[in-house]
Each structure stands twice: as C-alpha cells, then as structure tokens.
C-alpha cells in the first residue's frame, strides 16, 4: 500500500532512504515490491538520471537484472509485480515423464513447456494445451488448401481425468497466457483482432451475443484509423463438460449440433436468426473448444448419436494420470515469461491470411500415409473409433501446422509431419479404450428402455406420466429425470415445454421432429 505523498519532495526524500538501506535490507521480495510499486508510482516524477539510479541499486543488490526490472514495471496488474518479484528463476526443463522426449524443446511450445512445468499437471496437457493457443491465435488466417476443403489450425480437445486432477488449473495456466494475448490486442486498437474466451456455463444465444462479429473503429498506437466489422474468433473452456452438456437449461442438444457445425467452418459468414434476438453474424468464425471430463460421465452420458452425427470425431481425446508427481507447492508462473509468449501469439492473430504449405518431401509422405489411414477406416468399420480416423488427416495437418507456426515457419517439412504422426499415435493408445468403453455404463440399460417407452407413445409425454408409467423400472423422479437428460444430450429426446409450464419429452426419429411448443395441456 502506497502511503507516500505523490509529490516530488516526496518522491526524492523515498530515493534518499532507499540509498540508506542496507543490502540485507534488500533481499526480501516484499522489500524489493514495494520499492518496485514505489518507483512505479513516482516514475513521472523522477528525472531519467533519478530512475537509473533505482536500476542502479536494483543491480547491486539483488539478483533482479536492469533488464527484468524494466520488465516487471511494464506489469499491468500489482499481483503481477508481486508474482515477478518472486519468481525464484526457470526450472531446468523436465523430459522424466512418459512421451515427453517427443515433445518440443525450441519454439514458442517448447518454452511453453518449460515456463509451465513443475506441478503434478501431466505434461501432454501442457503440450495440448499449447497446441491449441497456437490454433486460436491463428484463427482463420492461416490454412492448408486441399482443394475440396480448407484445414484450419484451431483444435477441439478434450481432457479425460478424475475429479480433482488438476484440470481446472492446466485450463488455468493456458486461459491466463489466452487473456493476456487478447488484452493485448484490445489495448493497441486491434479490436478486429480479439480473441473472446467464453463463460464456462452459457446458454448457446448468451455466447452467441458475446461473440458476433460488431462494427467498430478505433485510433490505433500510430495515430491512423481501423474500422470495418469485427472477426469472430473464440475459446469456449469447459474444465467439467458435465457443466455444459450435463445441464438441460443450456440445451445441451442446440449446443452439440452448433459445435458440430462450427468445427472447419469455411465460409466468410456464420448466420444465426431469431424472432427475439434478430440476426447474429459471426465473420471468419473460428471456434476452439477445450474440454474437461471424468470418463465415468463420458460413459454414462456419451451416446452413439454423437459419434454418427460427427461431434466426438472432431474431438483429439487426451489421457494422462499425474499421479506419479508430489509437488506440495509448485514453482510460481511467471508473469514477465507470460507476458512474452503471449506477444508471440499477438503477432499470429494480426497476421494477413496465409496458406500453410507442404515441401515435396512431406507431400509424398502424407500421399503414402494417407492410403494407410484409408485402409484402417475400412478395418474399423463400423466402430466407434472409425470416427476418428475417418478425420485423422485433418488432426495430422494441423498438428503439423501449429508445431512448424510454433518454430516460426510456415512450410510443414517431413520430420514435423512424422513427428506430429507419432504424437497422434501416442493419444490413440488410450482413445481407443476410451471409445470401447462408450455406452457401457449400467444406466445404457435403463436409458434404451426409457427411450423403447417414449417412441412407443409417439407423442409429448408429460414427466409426471413418464415417472408413473416406468417406476416399476426405473424407480424414482430423480433417477428418470437424470435419463432423461442423458437421451437429451444425445438427441435422442427433446424436452418440450407446455403451454402451462409442464415439460413433455419426446423420442426424436427421422420422420418425427417435434414442434417447440406444444398446444394442449400441461
């Protein structure tokens, strides 16, 4: 707290005890913020002369570098002085852990790497991770071309752990370095340019207005003006899926259907209109989803609907125990590296449209691997998984395109394409147990004779009538009415609200799509 008079007198008689202090004194980190937080304040004040002289004692008597003091002023927030100051220095960079050798120690992911280690958060999390803000920081202005469609670098992912895994805290880690990118972006003008981060539990129309596209004009740093309409690029995090898709309110069926349409969005516009809330535009829209699950959900909630309607296929599924790492306090992130990656990612979101090439050498390869992909989609005929490499090409590709953007090229050469091959190969290990065990969940029992019942009845039923005429079987309200919205998430039923406030279910076929409102009584 600043208990100084912000006056020159003031500010000179500060400098002149700061010279007095001894160098025990300035060992401590809460002596070394405050007179950060001191000389942030008189800055204005202060002669250049006078201000060297602070960089000056900084440099006798602490390790803190001139460099790292100018760094740590250009903060924008108090607890990132504070965080700074403590920073005890980087980690040697950690490669114990399982697969971790095929990972990145150079470019902008293997500083990534190196600045988020030290916890129990597995490794690949932190590696996915990465990836994915080289995707959203790209958005659309960088794709491969192939011909019929276009491969974009954004990602949709999906962690797969317990409750209490450290989830919520690798989201953390990637959505803090994600905000100071975009606050970046806002604060020199590139308003075109931001990157919106959605509310982890949102309706589909709340999101929807915080992220269509808006006119805007805005002075930028050099004096010109920017105007037009602004680019829709967003992360949508959801560290417990159940959150989004668990919760019939956020009508988990409209939001799986939108997913599952934004994912490779070619087009220049996205429309969505309605009565109530007229037309939302979203222009060059590129959508990243990051997801977080417990695989007792997965498979009590996950249905085959949202594999043969293509959601799950788009998804890079990532499975990892941490259990092997004790860390009771991990090391401080650093804000002064956060904020230096994070300039990175800035210059990729301002960048004009390019197309991501392939050199000879790595086009042949692909042309060969292809074929091969192509005969594992015929062996996997029919499974679950068949979903997934039926898409592994585009996965390959923007693997191969984040990890070549990471080293500052834009050329994807044959050793990153075999690499990104063998990192894919190595999440397909689990993935494939993962799809296995879909649907094998006790409750699949009771939801396929709670859907039998409601395409029996053809029409709306109400809940009171569903609970009366299945009791026998499925037992109470409560447990019907967690089926229910499992069928739900699937697009199996749709709920239905009366007239009077009742809610009807119904089974959805193909020759039988419900109204949304029903007449009649509730």
Same mark, same amino acid.
């Given at each position: ?6 006056? @020159? ?30 000389? !942030?304040?008189?800055?204005? *004040? ?44 980087? *980690? ?18 293997? !500083? ?37 469609? =276009? ?28 905000? =100071? ?58 560290? !417990? ?27 220049? %516009? ?49 499975? =990892? ?14 804000? @002064? ?8 990612? @800035? ?10 090439? *392939? ?47 990471? %080293? ?17 190969? @190595? ?26 019942? *409601? ?15 299945? =009791? ?51």
């Amino acid at each position: 707290m600043i208990t100084r008079p912000f006056t @020159v007198s003031a500010a000179q008689d500060w400098l002149a005890e700061l010279a007095n202090y001894p160098h025990e004194w300035w060992q401590s980190p809460d002596n070394q913020f405050d007179t950060i937080r001191y000389a !942030e304040f008189y800055k204005r *004040l202060l002669s250049p002369m006078l201000v060297e002289r602070i960089l000056s004692l900084f440099d006798k008597n602490t390790n803190l570098t001139r460099a790292r003091i100018e760094a740590i002023f250009k903060l924008s927030s108090i607890d990132d002085m504070r965080r700074a100051v403590k920073w005890k220095g980087a *980690l040697p960079l950690d490669r114990t852990e399982e697969h971790t050798p095929l990972y990145p120690t150079t470019g902008w992911i293997g !500083e990534y790497l190196h600045y988020s280690q030290g916890s129990e958060i597995p490794m690949a999390w932190h590696f996915w991770f990465a990836v994915a803000l080289i995707g959203a920081a790209c958005r659309r202005n960088i794709d491969i071309d192939m011909g019929t469609f =276009r491969v974009f670098p954004y990602w949709y992912l999906m962690v797969i752990e317990e409750t209490a895994s450290a989830k919520s805290t690798a989201f953390g880690v990637s959505l803090d370095m994600l905000s =100071r990118a975009a606050n970046k972006l806002e604060n020199t003008g590139r308003v075109d340019k931001v990157i919106h981060i959605g509310a982890q539990s949102a309706t589909l129309p709340a999101f929807l207005d915080s992220i269509k596209s808006r006119d805007f004009l805005t002075i930028l740093p050099d004096g010109s003006q920017l105007s037009g309409r602004t680019e829709t690029a967003a992360v949508l995090p959801v560290d !417990e899926l159940v959150s989004l898709l668990g919760d019939t309110k956020h009508n988990p069926q409209e939001w799986v259907g939108f997913l599952t349409d934004l994912f490779g969005y070619t087009r220049y %516009e996205w429309k969505d209109s309605t009565v109530t809330s007229g037309s939302r535009v979203l222009i060059r829209p590129a959508i990243s989803f990051w997801a977080g699950s417990t695989m007792e959900w997965i498979k009590s909630s996950v249905t085959d609907d949202m594999f043969a309607g293509g959601f799950l296929g788009r998804f890079i599924f990532i499975k =990892r125990r941490g259990d092997g790492k004790v860390v009771p306090v991990p090391p401080i992130l650093d804000p @002064v590296w956060a904020e230096s990656l994070a300039d990175y990612l @800035v210059e990729l979101a301002k960048m004009d449209t390019t197309e991501f090439r *392939l050199t000879p050498e790595a086009q042949e390869w692909h042309h060969e691997w292809y074929h091969q992909n192509k005969l594992k989609c015929l062996r996997f005929q029919g499974d679950k998984f068949q979903a997934y490499f039926r898409r592994k090409q585009s996965h390959l590709l923007r693997l191969l395109m984040c990890m070549s953007i990471a %080293e500052g090229k834009f050329v994807g050469d044959l050793v990153t394409l075999e690499l990104a091959n063998r990192i894919l190969e @190595v999440e397909e290990e689990p993935m494939a147990w993962i799809f296995n065990d879909l649907g094998s969940h006790p409750e699949k029992t009771l939801c396929d004779h709670l859907l039998k019942y *409601l395409e029996k009845e053809r029409i709306p039923v109400l809940f009171s009538k569903i609970v009366k005429s299945t =009791r026998h079987k499925l037992g109470g309200s409560e447990q019907t009415r967690k089926l229910l919205r499992t069928l739900e998430i699937g697009g199996e039923v749709v709920c239905i609200r009366g007239q009077k406030g009742g809610l009807l279910y119904q089974a959805t076929t193909p020759n039988q799509i419900p109204n949304s409102t029903i007449e009649g009584p509730s």
